[in-house]
């Protein structure tokens, strides 16, 4: 056998055989052609044809990685961020078709199992631990994406003598919509760069009118702000105290710099719904979603479910949780969070030298800008300059996105406020 089928038996054996794990790097061609006395072409050779197998994967800059191996494993990797410098397109592409091979039985066949695919669940599983969100395997549902959890959420009967939605204000839209168009029962509780107002949410709670306080608790939509712990507790307090549910849309949690615990890693009494999207840490068009409920609200919930579908996209869930698995979701995200907090930085010096006089949150590639309603002049409103605006009864927000626009933007921003 020549050096070329050799170093690719070696491998496959090695995976086979339980001695790669995925997500392991390979040794380098160079060391591999001194293993094997041979060529680097003739390694490259073997390293073409073994990602042909879909058996390993290619990261620019860095290296060669095992795709999947014989076991299961629940290992975490630790790898530069700096050798990925790329979207996850190609990576994920890498998965899906993974994912095909030798899985027509029960991919391209219903599947019949709401919660969603046993693999996902399971890496689901393991991930959900890395943000400190602990819970059994039974508890989790998988979704086509956070808003089709939501639009379940707002159908279901709690159980409760509550009927109403409790939002806050401003919230995400689409959430807002959502309990809109179906005429919903729903009251808002103001929320603004200082927080809640805490007797107010005792207040509401208190009234027994709310069946789930619907929050995104860190880096909130469109706000920018996080809870602080402190508040975090006090408000799972109130939830418990007045058995109110509490919906914990958490779908940045990754860009968290203070790393703070979710609400669900303080709920002792099963009052907390988690809800992770994928979305974000990949790209728009993946919509997958991870529901944690708690244990008497799970075939509720499963009942809704199947009114809308038979199974969530398997094919996608499996390429996901072959992302999961081998590192390469940590990887990507990781990278993601290190140019976030990169944008945080450039944005701060931005705004240190338009020396802005306004209260400002920095979310993912988005500044948050409070202004006092006088500041919303004529010629701010109808400036030519790109932003959104949420309004409140009490505060007026501007939003800006990142760019290279941006100090041109904040200079302009500063004259007509001025004005």
């Not at 056998?1 to 995976?15: A, P, W």
């Not at 959430?175 to 107002?197: C, H, W, Y």
């Not at 993601?336 to 944005?347: C, G, I, S, V, Y």
Request: net charge negative; glycine share 4%; charged share 25%.
């Amino acid at each position: 056998m020549n050096k070329y089928k050799t170093i690719v038996q070696d491998i496959l054996s090695g995976i086979e055989k339980g001695d790669f794990k995925r997500g392991q790097k390979l040794p380098s061609i160079r060391k591999l052609s001194e293993k094997y006395q041979c060529s680097k072409d003739t390694v490259q050779k073997a390293m073409l044809e073994l990602k042909y197998q879909n058996a390993i994967y290619a990261v620019e800059k860095s290296g060669y990685y095992i795709l999947e191996d014989k076991d299961f494993q629940e290992e975490k990797l630790d790898l530069n961020p700096a050798d990925f410098q790329q979207l996850p397109y190609e990576d994920f592409r890498i998965c899906l078709n993974e994912s095909l091979v030798g899985r027509e039985n029960y991919l391209f066949n219903y599947y019949h199992q709401q919660e969603g695919l046993e693999d996902l669940i399971a890496s689901s599983h393991q991930l959900l631990m890395d943000y400190d969100v602990y819970c059994r395997r039974d508890q989790l549902v998988i979704t086509a994406g956070t808003q089709q959890a939501l639009y379940i959420l707002s159908k279901m009967d709690f159980g409760s003598k509550g009927k109403k939605i409790l939002l806050e204000s401003p919230t995400y839209d689409r959430m807002k919509a959502l309990v809109e168009k179906q005429n919903l029962p729903f009251v808002s509780i103001e929320r603004t760069f200082a927080g809640l107002d805490l007797a107010e949410l005792e207040r509401i709670f208190k009234s027994g009118q709310i069946a789930f306080f619907y929050t995104i608790p860190r880096l909130h939509n469109p706000l920018g702000t996080s809870y602080t712990l402190e508040e975090k507790k006090e408000i799972v307090r109130l939830a418990q105290t007045y058995q109110v549910y509490i919906v914990e849309d958490d779908y940045l949690a990754d860009f968290d710099s203070s790393r703070t615990v979710p609400f669900h890693y303080l709920d002792t009494e099963n009052r907390v719904i988690y809800l992770k999207s994928f979305t974000t840490t990949l790209f728009p068009a993946l919509r997958i979603g991870c529901v944690v409920l708690p244990p008497k609200l799970v075939q509720a919930f499963l009942e809704e479910k199947s009114l809308i579908d038979y199974d969530t996209n398997l094919i996608m869930q499996k390429a996901l949780s072959l992302y999961i698995d081998n590192g390469m979701f940590a990887r990507n995200t990781q990278h993601l969070k290190n140019r976030h907090f990169q944008q945080a930085e450039e944005m701060r010096k931005l705004l240190e030298s338009a020396k802005l006089n306004c209260p400002y949150q920095i979310s993912r590639e988005k500044l948050i800008l409070e202004l006092q309603p006088n500041q919303l002049t004529a010629y701010l409103k109808h400036s030519s300059i790109p932003f959104e605006l949420v309004e409140t009864d009490k505060q007026v927000y501007l939003i800006l996105a990142y760019g290279e626009e941006l100090q041109g933007q904040l200079n302009h921003l500063k004259k007509y406020m001025e004005k």
